[in-house]
């Protein structure tokens, strides 16, 4: 992953598929820092409903590489809190992923044509 200034993210992402979480990428906090420099205005910040209440995140943009597609997304960090790792609906519904329940394991596929 990138921030909007091109520097390359330290290391590689490992983050969770997460049906539940509409957003794009759920960071937490320490690693949001890296991405701040595209951080959107307030105005901006997206607010979710959660089992605890309303939760207020911080935006920026960023691009990620999933396999072979790289796309130009939006990375999220509550502005109250740690936060965790998560890949939300907003990018996985530009992916073709295969879940494997059994396995606790996903991938990425490709479309025939």
């Known amino acids: 992953m990138w921030n909007v200034i091109g520097e390359e993210f330290p290391e590689t992402l490992r983050i969770p598929v997460d049906t539940g979480f509409e957003g794009s990428i759920l960071l937490d906090v320490e ?5 701040k420099v595209g951080e959107l ?11 605890s209440g309303r939760a207020l995140m911080r935006v920026a943009r960023a691009v990620a590489r999933l396999g ?3 796309l130009e997304t939006y990375v999220e960090a509550p502005a109250y809190g740690l936060g965790k790792r998560l890949l939300g609906r907003e990018v996985l519904n530009k992916l073709i992923v ?3 329940g059994p396995k606790r394991s996903s991938c990425l596929a490709e479309a025939l044509e």
């Not at 690693?31 to 991405?35: A, D």
């Open 68 to 70: 072979a597609v790289e």
């Open 98 to 100: 295969v879940l494997d």
């Open 41 to 51: 205005p307030r105005e901006f910040w997206r607010t979710y409903r959660t089992l």
């Open 31 to 35: 690693s949001y820092e890296f991405f």
